[in-house]
C-alpha cells in the first residue's frame, strides 16, 4: 500500500484506508495506482471490488488539488457545482446561487485548480482498459434497466462492479472490498443531508465487516474524522449544528416545488406564475430561490425547482393547493 495511505481500525473490526489524491499517482483521472493493486489483489483472490462513483453524466465538481478545498454555497451550505457555459463559473444546484469561478485557490492560493469532468461511462471505459484481460466489469446506473434477479445473477459473474448510489445496498458474498474513488463527488450532490446518507452508506458497509478504501482531496474533511471515529452522537451533534446554522430540518421547513413536463414552454409558464404569486406571499425571514433557467431534461422531462426555506412554510403551501394538487407537472417535496 502507498505509505501516504491511512488506515484506522473501525468499531466494527473492518478497516477504512483514506487515500490522498494529492500525492496518489493516477494512471487515469480518479484510478489511482493503489486502486489499481487493491483491484488486482481481490482479483487474484476469487473476490469481487465494489466502486462507487457518483455521477451517472458530468461530474462537476471544483476541487483544490493542493489543500482539497472546494467552495460552498454560503445559502445551503452545499458544494457549487462547475459550469463553462455560457462562461466559466459556479452554480449551487440547489438554490441556484452564482459565484465567480476562482483563478486561484481562495484557501491556500494555489493554482491548481482542477475541475472534476469525468463521467462513470468514462471511468467503466478506464478500467477496460488498465483490465483487458479475463476480467469482466460491470457498470449499473440509473440507465440499467434489467431486473434486480437478472442483476444479481450478472454481480455473479463480475469482477468488478462499477455503480453510483443506484445499488448502495448491495450485498454478495464474494465482494471483498468497497472503494469509493471521489470522496469530494459525493459531497457535490445538491442535497442537503448528503453528509447524513454518507455517513450512513459507509456504515452500512463496515457492518458488513469488509475492507473500504475512499479517495479524497480532502483528508482531513470533519465528515471524515466522524466516520473514522465511528461515534454516532458525535457525528449527530456535527450534524445538528450544520443543520441549525443553516435552516434545514428539524430546525426549520425545506420545501422544494419542482415543476416538470415533456413541453419547455409549459414548464417555465407554470414557473412564472408560481414565482409570481410566491414573491407576494413570501415573508421577509422567508429563504426564496429558484431555477432561473431549464438546462436539461431528466426522464424525458424538461425540469425546474423552486426552493423554500423557513420556520413556518405552511400559509405558503396552503394558498399553493390549487397549483400543486391538481396538476401533475408539479411536485411538492416538504420537510
Given at each position: 500500500?502507498?505509505?501516504?495511505?491511512?488506515?484506522?481500525?473501525?468499531?466494527?473490526?473492518?478497516?477504512?484506508?483514506?487515500?490522498?489524491?494529492?500525492?496518489?499517482?493516477?494512471?487515469?483521472?480518479?484510478?489511482?495506482?493503489?486502486?489499481?493493486?487493491?483491484?488486482?489483489?481481490?482479483?487474484?483472490?476469487?473476490?469481487?471490488s465494489l466502486i462507487f462513483y457518483s455521477r451517472r453524466g458530468n461530474a462537476r465538481a471544483w476541487i483544490c488539488a493542493d489543500c482539497g478545498h472546494?467552495?460552498?454555497?454560503?445559502?445551503?451550505?452545499?458544494?457549487?457545482?462547475?459550469?463553462?457555459?455560457?462562461?466559466?463559473?459556479?452554480i449551487c444546484h440547489q438554490c441556484n446561487n452564482i459565484a465567480p469561478f476562482p483563478v486561484v485557490c481562495p484557501h491556500c492560493h494555489g493554482s491548481?485548480?482542477?475541475?472534476?469532468?469525468?463521467?462513470?461511462?468514462?471511468?467503466?471505459?478506464?478500467?477496460?482498459?488498465?483490465?483487458?484481460?479475463?476480467?469482466?466489469?460491470?457498470?449499473?446506473?440509473?440507465?440499467?434497466?434489467?431486473?434486480?434477479?437478472?442483476?444479481?445473477?450478472?454481480?455473479?459473474?463480475?469482477?468488478?462492479?462499477?455503480?453510483?448510489?443506484?445499488?448502495?445496498?448491495?450485498?454478495?458474498?464474494?465482494?471483498?472490498?468497497?472503494?469509493?474513488?471521489?470522496?469530494?463527488?459525493?459531497?457535490?450532490?445538491?442535497?442537503?443531508?448528503?453528509?447524513?446518507?454518507?455517513?450512513?452508506?459507509?456504515?452500512?458497509?463496515?457492518?458488513?465487516?469488509?475492507?473500504?478504501?475512499?479517495?479524497?482531496?480532502?483528508?482531513?474533511?470533519?465528515?471524515?474524522?466522524?466516520?473514522?471515529?465511528?461515534?454516532?452522537?458525535?457525528?449527530?451533534?456535527?450534524?445538528?449544528?450544520?443543520?441549525?446554522?443553516?435552516?434545514?430540518?428539524?430546525?426549520?421547513?425545506?420545501?422544494?416545488?419542482?415543476?416538470?413536463?415533456?413541453?419547455?414552454?409549459?414548464?417555465?409558464?407554470?414557473?412564472?406564475?408560481?414565482?409570481?404569486?410566491?414573491?407576494?406571499?413570501?415573508?421577509?425571514?422567508?429563504?426564496?430561490?429558484?431555477?432561473?433557467?431549464?438546462?436539461?431534461?431528466?426522464?424525458?422531462?424538461?425540469?425546474?425547482?423552486?426552493?423554500?426555506?423557513?420556520?413556518?412554510?405552511?400559509?405558503?403551501?396552503?394558498e399553493l393547493q390549487v397549483e400543486i394538487v391538481r396538476n401533475r407537472s408539479v411536485t411538492l417535496e416538504w420537510n
Amino acid at each position: 500500500m502507498n505509505s501516504d495511505s491511512i488506515k484506522i481500525s473501525m468499531q466494527s473490526q473492518s478497516i477504512i484506508t483514506i487515500i490522498p489524491l494529492q500525492t496518489a499517482k493516477l494512471e487515469a483521472p480518479c484510478i489511482s495506482l493503489e486502486i489499481i493493486n487493491i483491484l488486482e489483489w481481490l482479483k487474484k483472490t476469487g473476490k469481487k471490488s465494489l466502486i462507487f462513483y457518483s455521477r451517472r453524466g458530468n461530474a462537476r465538481a471544483w476541487i483544490c488539488a493542493d489543500c482539497g478545498h472546494y467552495e460552498k454555497c454560503p445559502h445551503c451550505d452545499i458544494a457549487f457545482a462547475y459550469h463553462t457555459t455560457p462562461n466559466k463559473c459556479l452554480i449551487c444546484h440547489q438554490c441556484n446561487n452564482i459565484a465567480p469561478f476562482p483563478v486561484v485557490c481562495p484557501h491556500c492560493h494555489g493554482s491548481k485548480i482542477n475541475p472534476v469532468w469525468v463521467w462513470i461511462q468514462q471511468i467503466e471505459e478506464n478500467l477496460n482498459k488498465v483490465f483487458w484481460e479475463n476480467t469482466k466489469i460491470l457498470r449499473i446506473d440509473s440507465d440499467t434497466k434489467e431486473k434486480t434477479e437478472v442483476l444479481y445473477r450478472k454481480v455473479a459473474t463480475s469482477d468488478i462492479i462499477l455503480t453510483t448510489h443506484f445499488w448502495s445496498t448491495l450485498i454478495h458474498p464474494d465482494i471483498g472490498a468497497v472503494i469509493w474513488l471521489s470522496f469530494e463527488l459525493n459531497l457535490s450532490l445538491p442535497s442537503y443531508h448528503i453528509e447524513e446518507d454518507i455517513y450512513n452508506e459507509i456504515s452500512y458497509f463496515k457492518k458488513q465487516h469488509l475492507p473500504l478504501y475512499i479517495q479524497t482531496y480532502t483528508p482531513d474533511h470533519p465528515l471524515l474524522r466522524e466516520i473514522m471515529d465511528g461515534n454516532i452522537k458525535s457525528f449527530l451533534w456535527y450534524l445538528s449544528g450544520e443543520r441549525r446554522d443553516f435552516l434545514y430540518p428539524p430546525f426549520a421547513e425545506l420545501a422544494t416545488i419542482r415543476v416538470h413536463d415533456e413541453q419547455k414552454k409549459k414548464v417555465a409558464d407554470i414557473m412564472g406564475k408560481l414565482i409570481n404569486k410566491i414573491g407576494i406571499l413570501k415573508k421577509k425571514s422567508t429563504f426564496f430561490a429558484f431555477d432561473t433557467e431549464i438546462r436539461e431534461k431528466y426522464g424525458g422531462e424538461w425540469q425546474q425547482k423552486i426552493i423554500l426555506k423557513d420556520t413556518d412554510l405552511s400559509y405558503i403551501i396552503q394558498e399553493l393547493q390549487v397549483e400543486i394538487v391538481r396538476n401533475r407537472s408539479v411536485t411538492l417535496e416538504w420537510n
